[in-house]
Structure formats: C-alpha cells, structure tokens
C-alpha cells in the first residue's frame, strides 16, 4: 500500500524565494522547518491505496481539465491545534477551488472519502511550531501554476519524504 495525495508543486524559483522572502519571518515560531524539496500544496489527500486503487486515481485524474493560473502566496499563519505554520494566499483564486473540488468529485469512485470541511490551500513551511509567524501578511510570492501532481508519502529514517509519480498539465 501506498500513501497519496493529490497536489500542486512549487518550482525552484519560487522555493528559492520562499526561502528568502518568507522563512525568516518563521524562524521565531521554534518549530522544524520542512524540507524545502517536500514544500506543495495539497489538493486531495487519498490516503492507503494498492496498485488498483493508484490506476483509478490516474485515470479519474486525467479526466481534469483546468487552465493554468497564478497563486499569490501572502498569508503567514499558524493553527495552535496542530502545531503548525504556513504560507497562502489571501485571496484564493476561483479557478484554484473548482481544480480542487472536481479533484476531489472525480476520485470518489477510487474510494475518496470527502472532506466536510472548506478547501483551504495552504504550504506547510513548519510542524511542530510553538506560535505564530513574526508578521501575518508577507512580500508576495507568486506561483505559476501550469500542473498538479499525484505524489507518494514516503516514510524514511531521515523522515517523510515527497515522491511524485505523475503529473497533469493545465490548459495554458
């Protein structure tokens, strides 16, 4: 069985500024920095799946057909509950729910079980975090999003690691 999640992937550039222009304003929240390579934003979290269970996921997937668009990430935040920090934006962008709730419809028949609760894209940049971020509103950092992707949760001696085994393009 394997772990999987459905998400959107930050490229270098954009990891590169997160690690300049936001990190920092993270480093009194003392909690563990994730990875910079394991950074995403989760669309759909599937869970325990076989090999039939990631076929269907694939194929319902490609049944997606979204136009890329661009996420502004410039919200810092924190929820106390489960200890931890993120990044998103203020203004979530239409066409980034409707990815997510068709995302969300279309895997039912692989065996998803739908959240109850509203979509909330966030970027996890800490676990374990003891407060909030040092300010809440943060230099915008822009994401071009042209594809998302089904990923694996791998867990390793040196901690969980991201492995993505597929993609999907946007319309452009």
Known sequence: MKRLFFALWPDDIVVQKINQDAV????NCQGHLLKPHNWHITLAYFGAADETMQQCLEQQAAKIKIESFELRL?????????????LAPINIPDVLSRLANELQSVIIPCGYKAEN????????????????????????????MNKFCLVESLSTTAGVEYKILKHWDFFL
């Open 117 to 144: 609760r509203v979509y909330q894209p966030h970027l996890t940049l800490m676990r374990k975090a003891k407060e909030a971020p040092a300010i809440a509103e943060i230099s915008t950092i822009k994401m071009q």
């Open 24 to 27: 920092p304003h993270f480093n």
């Open 74 to 86: 410039n919200q810092a935040g924190y929820w106390p509950k489960v200890k931890v920090a993120w």
